[in-house]
């Protein structure tokens, strides 16, 4: 029982370094619960650690990935409570990485004879079956043969991933395997549904590659190690401005949820706020029914102003998703605003509120704004100055003392004039004028980035590197 | 009578006789949550069986169901228990003269007046008992707070009377749509379980149990539709229930096999938002 005691500290220590919330009473609960699941089972074993140490479904795929590297490697054979047991499992593990030759599970038996045609041929087959079992071998196998896998070499897992994924050329596969179904002739939708279940079972081939390789490399390094270099920070931690593609599809499924709560917060925040300023007449005359005595103090019903809101965001390479993940989350909380205007700007400036209003779609009105908008006026480099002084003069006007201005951008001007007058005078109409800034505190002023400059004329410049940030300044805004 | 379950499998094929499919995370929390004795936090989409687990798992263990709707405002008066004014004020009224001060005054408080309340009722029944607390996202997080003590401990404190431990643990169901983070403190206190849409397979196993006289083809066609329907990304991907209401929609119009037209009309039975209907249409039947 110690050797799995032990296992699982090393996994919750792991879980909280990855940035989960693990308390003390979950822990032990995570014990409890383990003694009451036949520890040969290894899903029940799973959930019951899930179950017990996981709280919030976001966290779910870091635990997952973790969890494989801790308990998952040992096959179906290995009981975790042996003792010992796991040094000599490693090694074992590592013998087969090296001679790469074991059978893959059932069908894969003597895979290293085919030559590379038959095992396109074969995976093809495969897919086209869905035969899991098979998949599963050829992913094995896929691994061994393209990867080329050293044993202690400091390389992360994503480079063998690629090494083998460009071998096996996937993207041609799902064209291949919708020309050999002859899909291609039938019903449109009947194309896209056999599209849809190809390309799923494609991932799910992938995935079978990227937990071979994990395998192989846990074996190689032990799990302490590879949990390091695996360790993905969780959706809100992203950072805007370096997430990958994967990523950048988390985020975007965390904005939802994150809107919905973010709205329901702001909602009874204004309607918990109950009492306004006292109102000195009306408690005047209550109290003459006390004898003069004020003793029911009266208040004004509170009123609280929503702010209108202008947007207006850098859209150049760099800090583009930073822009669109912004202008998803104000658009999606519209309703805690009286209005909400926006603007995009890369050297150009052009308004683009009319993508949003009457679009119930805001993907797609973002699409729109990507594509259609007219940002660009000599070379389609970021020129904040020349932009700003546009905005003056065509919206400046726009402004009252009910407008908050929100200025979005990393303020790399590429040399050119910083025009921060304008920034001044805006906040002298402006209720506030904020800047959000995707880059980290410590990167602000150096090159060509003049935030400082703009920054002096802000009611204040806030760092926005990831959704948490994000959500916490829309928060005190609204 | 409650039946202790014997393993994870034993969950899964109980709950499959009173139609319920689970995968392994629900049959391995609903096992754990009866072996530990803690409340399971369900979370999920809307329309994907939570509230349905708690009902099966009643069903299946021969337990009384006890739900509390909780909403915005929801008090203890409502949740815990509440005293009986009018009855104890008739008590006191009664008979004025024999009494004395002190002997009505613990009578007023006592058993007899007392009103049970969901929360109340389920920790003094001898019965066993399974307690859904139904949408608890849409309580105050002030209000959250009352759950605390019957969560952990299973007892209830009442001033007058002193505290009510329960005579059976009962098992206790949270579901959540996720509209607002609950508080740790809740979380702590419970296993978690996410529920999510179901995968291809599962959810042709389920349009097949609930939806019986449906062939096997059309079911596989319209689970694979819905799959498809719900990568896009829409304000409302169909739930569960919405899939099986389209199943018996598609049973009900006669046919077995379904083509872009039929798809077409009978859409809004899957999506409820305009422009989602109009985008699923586009989608399925443009091909790139």
Same mark, same amino acid.
């Given at each position: ?59 779910? /795929? ?12 040992? $096959? ?39 030559? /590379? ?64 179904? $002859?899909?291609?002739?039938? *019903? #449109? ?10 390309? #799923? ?132 909380? *519209? $309703? ?26 805001? *993907?797609?009105?973002? /699409? ?27 919206? $400046? ?71 948490? *940030? ?9 | ?12 094929? @109980? ?12 049959? @391995? ?7 530990? @004795? ?5 979370? @999920? ?81 001898? !019965? ?29 404190? +009442? ?10 643990? &009962? ?31 599962? =959810? ?7 939806? &019986? ?24 991907? &169909?739930?569960?229930? =919405? ?33 989602? +209907?109009?985008?699923?249409?586009? !989608? ?5």
């Amino acid at each position: 029982m110690n050797g799995l005691l032990e296992l699982i500290s090393g996994f919750v220590a792991e879980l909280r370094r990855a940035g989960l919330p693990v308390s003390l009473t979950e822990n032990l609960d995570a014990l409890e619960a383990v003694k009451v699941v036949p520890v040969e089972d290894r899903e029940a074993f799973k959930y019951a650690l899930g179950a017990t140490l996981v709280k919030d479904a976001a966290h779910w /795929q870091v635990f997952e990935t973790i969890f494989e590297v801790y308990f998952s490697l040992r $096959g179906d054979e290995y009981n975790i409570v042996q003792d010992g047991a796991q040094t000599e499992f490693w090694r074992d593990e590592q013998d087969r990485a090296g001679q790469d030759d074991q059978p893959g599970r059932g069908a894969g038996g003597g895979m290293d004879g085919l030559s /590379q045609e038959e095992l396109a041929k074969l995976l093809m087959r495969a897919l086209m079956t869905g035969d899991q079992a098979m998949m599963r071998a050829l992913a094995k196998q896929s691994v061994s043969r393209h990867a080329g896998m050293e044993p202690g070499r400091p390389v992360g897992g994503t480079y063998y991933l690629y090494r083998t994924l460009r071998n096996l050329d996937l993207d041609n596969m799902l064209q291949s395997l919708m020309d050999a179904d $002859g899909a291609t002739d039938r *019903q #449109s939708m009947e194309e896209r549904l056999m599209r849809d279940e190809y390309q #799923s079972r494609i991932e799910q081939f992938k995935q079978e590659v990227e937990a071979e390789i994990r395998r192989r490399l846990v074996a190689d390094r032990g799990a302490e190690a590879m949990a390091k270099t695996l360790r993905k920070p969780l959706p809100e931690d992203v950072e805007f401005m370096h997430a990958t593609r994967d990523e950048m599809q988390g985020l975007k499924k965390a904005l939802g949820p994150l809107t919905r709560k973010l709205a329901a917060k702001l909602a009874r925040k204004r309607r918990n706020r109950r009492r306004g300023p006292l109102d000195f007449r009306s408690t005047v005359r209550h109290s003459l029914s006390y004898g003069g005595v004020p003793a029911e103090p009266k208040f004004r019903f509170p009123r609280p102003a929503k702010p209108d809101l202008m947007v207006v965001a850098d859209i150049s390479g760099s800090v583009a998703a930073f822009a669109r993940f912004t202008l998803m989350l104000v658009y999606a909380i *519209q $309703g805690q605003f009286s209005k909400v205007r926006s603007f995009v700007f890369i050297d150009g400036i052009d308004e683009v509120t009319r993508f949003f209003k009457g679009n119930e779609d805001i *993907q797609d009105a973002i /699409q729109k704004v990507n594509t259609e908008a007219d940002v660009i006026w000599v070379d389609g480099h970021s020129d904040y100055g020349h932009a700003f002084e546009t905005f003056w003069e065509r919206y $400046g006007r726009d402004i009252t003392p009910k407008t908050t201005v929100l200025l979005l951008g990393d303020a790399r001007n590429n040399y050119h004039a910083a025009q921060s007058w304008v920034v001044r005078e805006m906040r002298k109409k402006a209720r506030h004028v904020y800047w959000l800034n995707p880059e980290p505190t410590s990167y602000w002023n150096t090159g060509d980035s003049i935030v400082g400059e703009y920054g002096v004329h802000t009611d204040g410049v806030f760092e926005c590197r990831n959704l948490r *940030q994000l959500e916490g300044f829309v928060e005190k805004l609204a | 009578m409650t039946t202790a379950f014997a393993s994870v499998q034993d969950v899964r094929n @109980g709950l499959r006789q009173v139609n319920y499919l689970a995968d392994d995370g629900i049959a @391995g929390v609903v096992y754990l949550a009866q072996k530990l @004795g803690k409340p399971v936090l369900i979370e @999920g989409p809307a329309g994907t069986g939570k509230t349905q687990l708690a009902k099966s798992v009643a069903e299946l263990t021969g337990a009384r169901l006890i739900r509390l709707q909780c909403y915005e405002g929801l008090d203890e008066s409502k949740a815990l228990y509440e005293w009986n004014y009018k009855k104890q004020l008739l008590r006191i009224q009664a008979d004025k003269s024999s009494d004395s001060w002190n002997e009505v005054h613990d009578d007023i408080f006592s058993d007899e007046f007392l009103l049970t309340r969901p929360l109340l009722e389920a920790i003094s029944s001898t !019965e066993p008992v399974v307690l859904l607390i139904d949408e608890v996202d849409r309580v105050e997080v002030e209000t959250e707070a009352l759950l605390l003590e019957i969560l952990s401990e299973y007892q209830v404190s +009442i001033p007058e009377l002193g505290t009510i431990t329960a005579k059976q643990i &009962p098992l206790v169901f949270l579901t959540s749509n996720n509209t607002r983070e609950l508080s740790e403190a809740l979380k702590r206190r419970c296993l978690y379980l996410h529920v999510d849409y179901p995968d291809v397979d599962r =959810e042709k196993q389920i349009v097949m149990t609930k939806v &019986p006289d449906i062939g096997e083809n059309l079911a596989d066609q319209l689970t694979r539709i819905v799959r498809s329907i719900r990568q896009l990304d829409l304000k409302k991907s &169909p739930s569960v229930s =919405e899939t099986l209401d389209w199943a018996r929609t598609l049973l009900l119009l006669g046919l077995d096999h379904v083509d872009e037209q039929n798809v077409k009309d009978t859409l809004h039975v899957l999506l409820k938002y305009q422009t989602d +209907i109009a985008k699923a249409a586009k !989608e399925l039947s443009v091909d790139e």
